[in-house]
């Protein structure tokens, strides 16, 4: 029986960083994965998507590139990511063994070829998958995650988006750019996460302009195919209504992997979903760590990487640098951006924090090139102190403009001086 210092399931962000830091620290180390080494975020999420949204900025600008080739780019980005990993994790001394892992216990795991390996550490990084809403019946070809979005060579006429969080206004902006007629739709008051209702309805506007729709406050009650077609139902305030489309993407969250391995046998500690850590990624078994999206902490890639770099410090008994979810930036990139550190005001209110909140313009130049959109910045700052404790920034670019405000606001700035650097554009 192969033995291991640690075995890592999962090859994405979390699973990969961990096992370089593990191979760097001299460990030896086995990574288990079902499917493709890089995870969700180099094959099917932020690498592809990120290239979709560049082609459909040069789309826009007016280059004549089609989407079955931006597709097709996408992929062999995401496909050279995903080789470079494997190459260094072998360049390392890393196993990478394919395979499901089927069932873990303390010190091995059972893998479905039937191999058993053993490990005085194992680092569970199995990440999340796209929520399935029981309301839609999903076909994989009209009614649609994210990942099936990723794989399709041609934009729908027309479309329906579920969902403004990062994946779908970022998918919907593609598919309007190479362009389909698309209509989002959303159950909150506020999209992409705003917590403001003036900045959320200039977001509205912005991507109006763009030739998106959206609607709040809107409940989709059946997704369902219709001969060739979609039939969406959804309710709001004037009744129930329903929308004819060609596709339907539903982003409605995502869930985290935790089936299939044994872990409720086990006694693992999962609570709606997550497994539960601690400040150093230990879950309440001995000898078991677990990082990423699985965790449910934040289902982010660069936080991914840290929770798993983390893990590989607590298990060398090593000091770790505590991840500050609050502080990390949360951005989603597409024509009309979001960015977000820190409280927003309802959540420092929540807190029990005294606040004061202003608002600021945001001037950005590349906001012409998408229809003259300014954005606006909603910066929360102590009442008492006028510390700035949190900022919410939507516009073009707004993502890039995060950067300044976290590190002013983890350095202790004042409201002033984060709205001067706001203001100051570019
Ligand atoms: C469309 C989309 C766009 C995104 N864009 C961004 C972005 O721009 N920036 C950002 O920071 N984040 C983005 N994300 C989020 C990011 O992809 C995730 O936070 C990140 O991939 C999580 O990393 P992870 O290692 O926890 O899990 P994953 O990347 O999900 O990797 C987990 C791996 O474990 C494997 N696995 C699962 N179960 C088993 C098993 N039993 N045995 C063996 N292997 C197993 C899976 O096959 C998978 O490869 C995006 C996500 C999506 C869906």
Known sequence: ?????????????????????????????????????????VNFG???????????????EGQDISYKDAVKQAERIADERSRSVIKLLESLGGRIISGKAVKVETGKVTVD?????????????????????????YDDTHIITSKEALEMDSVPGNAVVVGTGATGIE????????????????????????????????AVNAYEEQGIIIKTEVTVTEVKKAGEKVSVKYTDAAGQHEIITDRVLV???????????????????????????????????????????VTGKMALAYVSS??????????????????????????????????????????AKAMGLNVVAKKVPVVSFNGNYVGNISGIAKIVADAGSNKALGI??????????????????????GLSEVADVIRSGR
């Open 1 to 41: 029986m192969a033995k291991y210092d640690l075995i890592i399931i999962g090859g994405g962000p979390a699973g990969y960083a961990a096992t370089v830091s593990a191979l760097e620290a001299g460990m030896k180390v086995a990574v288990i994965e079902k499917e493709r080494i890089g995870g969700v975020c």
């Open 46 to 60: 932020c690498i592809p998507t990120k290239a979709l949204l560049r082609f459909a900025a040069l789309k826009k």
């Open 113 to 137: 070829s039937g191999e058993v390996i053993e490990g005085t550490n194992i680092l569970i990084a199995t990440g999340s998958a796209a929520r399935k809403l029981p309301i839609a019946e």
């Open 171 to 202: 998918l919907a902006t593609v598919w309007s750019r190479f362009g389909s007629s698309v209509t989002v739709l959303e159950m909150l008051p506020n999209i992409m996460g705003f917590d403001d209702s003036e900045i959320s309805s200039e």
């Open 251 to 293: 982003a409605a969250g995502i869930i985290p992997v935790t089936e299939g391995m044994g872990l409720e046998e086990l006694g693992m500690d999962i609570q709606r979903g997550s497994i539960q850590i601690d400040n150093n990624m230990r879950t309440n078994i001995e000898g078991i760590y677990a990082a990423g999206d």
């Open 306 to 347: 840290k929770q798993g770099k983390n893990a590989v410090a607590a298990m060398l008994g090593k000091p770790c640098d505590p991840i500050d979810y609050m502080m990390t930036p949360r951005c989603i990139f597409s024509a009309i951006e979001g960015s977000f550190v820190g409280p927003t005001e309802k959540q």
């Open 392 to 413: 919410s920034i939507m516009g073009p670019d707004a993502a890039d403009y995060i950067a300044a405000p976290a590190l002013m606001i983890s350095n202790g700035s």
